[in-house]
Structure formats: structure tokens, C-alpha cells
């Protein structure tokens, strides 16, 4: 109704102006009736109310459209009405709307190939890694040493390609069981042995065996797994140790992953979580691309845990892997 009145106050002024404006000619040229002029005026309001009213009526669907958001896309290519101008909308906004779904479903179908094709380059490149890795092992020098931690470097990245690439279709490749933190914390540092060792930083693990959480292994590795390369990172040659332990806290389960490292300044805690926020720490180390955090908080808020984050400067940073709920084995 807002909607109407505004669009059609200009015509109500004029209309009354040019009623006000007959009767004054008429006084102006010796007419003294002013009872019929005032009638005259009246019957004209009446018409204009008419008009109004049947207006309105006629196009109280597109007015409703303008007016109120819609809740779907599907919503807005409802029939608006059987008035010209609404039919016209109407035919406006389902050639939009048709235009929109073309563009959509090419759009997904580039995205889909994108995937596909990370997916295929990610698996042909683990194939000459492997050979890679395999020929180094038989050799025991520093340069053989060097070339399988290279390896083991650029095979982490693929990695973050490969899931970064699939968080984009996390809701067809997640599987809900429970979950040993104590194995979860094993694997990753299992997995980034050789970066630990590498750094000079030494895990401490002191995870309950018996604690056990409702998530995907899988999408839960990874995100423990970007957790624990940072936290080797900052802390490279400190000769410190990156602790792992477990607690209950009321109702959740927590996996508190420490480092002693070099923490993160202040003004950088806020933005640690966005995607490719290197900040101070990340000028310092190049390797930095500042997506690991991210990757970690966009998994854990789609299995439906939480990370906190607490950090002294020079003193380390402590992440914590919140879980709703937990179960304990026997």
C-alpha cells in the first residue's frame, strides 16, 4: 500500500489541483454557485477514489512483490496479475529468470570440470612423488634428505589443494562415526614426522585414548593436520614441544593443540581465521599463505565443532578444537 501511495501522490495533487483550479476559472468569469462547484469537485474525488481503488485491486500482486522480499528466487516468478503492466513484469522476470538458471547451470558445470580436473592433477602428481620418495629412501645423505622433504612438502600442498577443492562439495563426502582423538592426534603426527623433525620441535602427546567424539575422520585429520603445521612452523629451531591433550568441559570435548613458538601479535588475532591473512608472522616466513587457519575453522564449523584461539607474543599459541558432545570407550 506504501508502495502505491507514493507511486501515485503525484496524480492525486494534480488531479485535486486541476479540479480547484476549473472551479476558480468558473468564479473568475462571474459564476457564484459555489455549491454546485463544490459538488462538481466532489463527484470528480469520487472518480479519482474509483480509479484508485480499481488500480490498486488490479495490481495488488506486483505491489506485493515490489514491496516485500522474497524468500526464494522461485518466489519472484509467481503470477503477478492479469493487468498489462503486471503481465508485462511478469513476462520480464521469467525471461530473467530463465536467463539466470542458463547462466547457473553453466557456471556449475565450469566448476564441476574445474573439480574434476584438480582432482585428476592432484592424483597424477602424487604418482611421480611417490617415485620420488621411494628412490630418496634407498639413498641415506643430506641431499637425498633435503630432496624427500621437498617431497614430503609439496605432497602436503597437493593435499590442501585436493580438500580445498572438496570442501566445495563437503555435504556429499563427509561421514559421521566416533572419532579417537588419540588416533587423530597420532596419524598427524605421523604424517608430519619428518617436518618435526625437520624444525627441531618434538610432539608431546597426551591425548585420552579413551575419548572418543561424533565426527569424520577424514575432513577431522585434515583440519588437526593444518593445526599441527602451523604450529611446527611458528616454532621451527625452538627445540620446544608441540603438546597435544584432551579435557572435558561440561557437555564438550576439547583437543587442545600447543605450541611454544612465537605467537601471534595482537592486532593479528582478529583476522587469523580469514582466508589468506598472513600478517606479521607471515612476512617473517614466506612458506605463509595464509589459508590454513581458514581451511580449519570453514571444516570445523561444517562438522559442527568450534576452534578458540589464544596466543602470547613470544610465548606460543594454544588452539582448541571444540566438540559438542563426546563419547568414552571402555
Known sequence: MRLFIREHLPLILMQIAQLFLVL????LDGYRHFLTGLYAVFIGLVFLAGYLIYRYVSHRSLYRALSEPTASLDDSIHGLGTAPLAEAADGLLQAQ????QQQIKAAEKSRKDHLIFINQWVHQMKTPLSVIRLTMEEEDDPRSASVREEADRMERGLETVL???R???F???FQVEPVSLRSIAENAIRENKRLFIGSSVYPDLQVDARLLVESDAKWLGFLVGQLVTNAVKYSADSREKVSFSSFVRGTEAV???RDRGIGIPPEDRKRVFQPFFTGDNGRKYRESTGMGLYFAREIADRLGHRLELESELGVGTRVRVVFSSYLTSM
Open 171 to 173: 555435504e556429499r563426502d
Open 255 to 257: 583437543l587442545e593443540i
Open 24 to 27: 476558480l476559472i468558473y468564479w
Open 167 to 169: 570442501l566445495e562439495t
Open 97 to 100: 529468470y530463465r536467463h539466470f
Open 163 to 165: 580438500y580445498a577443492a
